[in-house]
């Protein structure tokens, strides 16, 4: 058996992911979704020519990856896909939020990408990927996403180092970085009317950002961002002093 599997994948750019997976991958034997909200994997599952098993998971439980990692040495499966989509964001300064809202973040976006991970690489397959869904913020420190930007700078990070020690095994690590897209990220990290900057930039499609980012992974490329403005964003970040960088690019 050779699978997919896709954490965050209830909504938004997770579920751009499923339509892409089934569409580009069509000779996998099954595909795993993994989000807390059942009903809506149980609505994506249904008529998907693939078998699909839903795992209703909290990822920042750390019994899931004890959980998942029993089902997949019981189940003797091969992991082709491990997409990293699950995460979580919050515009505000750390001052006026809460540990919980922060530490939540954390949790999310750093353990629960490197618990899953972990968990999965010694059943995945040669030629296989994990993909990793990092963001544009991880590039420079943002301003009243401080916490967030910084998960993101992990994940990057994390991705590249990755990508070296598993190259012998045949397993290729990707990073999309993508800018705004237009799902309720946005109102769950309370972005929505609240930040000038998200209203002046330009956005991508999720459906775009997905396809694009499984071609990318699937040919070993190891980073890729959407859109021009970010790709020069991208090399501005890496020239000039992050301390010039974040008066100009405040969220």
């Given at each position: ?20 997976l089934v569409a580009r991958h069509p000779d996998l034997t099954g595909i795993w979704l993994i989000a807390r909200r059942r009903e809506r994997l149980e609505a994506m599952a249904e008529g998907c020519p693939i078998p699909v098993t839903v795992l209703p998971m909290d ?193």
């Amino acid at each position: 058996m050779s699978i997919a599997i896709l954490t965050g994948a209830s909504a938004g750019l997770g579920q751009s992911f499923f339509r892409s997976l089934v569409a580009r991958h069509p000779d996998l034997t099954g595909i795993w979704l993994i989000a807390r909200r059942r009903e809506r994997l149980e609505a994506m599952a249904e008529g998907c020519p693939i078998p699909v098993t839903v795992l209703p998971m909290d990822l920042t439980d750390p019994a899931c990856y004890d959980a998942l990692g029993d089902k997949l040495k019981a189940d003797g499966v091969s992991v082709k896909i491990l997409i990293n989509n699950a995460g979580l964001g919050e515009l505000d300064n750390v001052i006026d939020s809460d540990w919980r809202t922060q530490g939540r973040m954390v949790d999310l976006n750093c353990r629960a990408l490197t618990a899953v991970t972990t968990v999965v690489l010694p059943y995945m397959e040669k030629g296989g990927f994990v993909l990793n869904v990092c963001s544009i913020a991880s590039f420079c420190p943002n301003t009243r996403m401080t916490v967030y930007s910084s998960t993101k700078a992990y994940v990057m990070s994390f991705t590249k180092g990755l990508r070296e020690e598993l190259k012998p095994h045949g397993i290729h690590v990707h990073a999309v970085c993508p800018g705004p897209m237009k799902t309720e990220f946005l109102d769950v990290a309370n972005i929505t009317d609240r930040s000038p900057m998200f209203k002046t930039l330009p956005y991508s499609d999720p459906d775009a950002v997905a396809d694009r980012a499984l071609v990318k992974a699937g040919k070993g490329r190891c980073v890729y961002t959407p859109k021009l403005l970010f790709k020069v964003y991208r090399v501005l970040a890496k020239l000039l002093p992050h301390s010039l960088m974040m008066k100009f690019c405040k969220t």
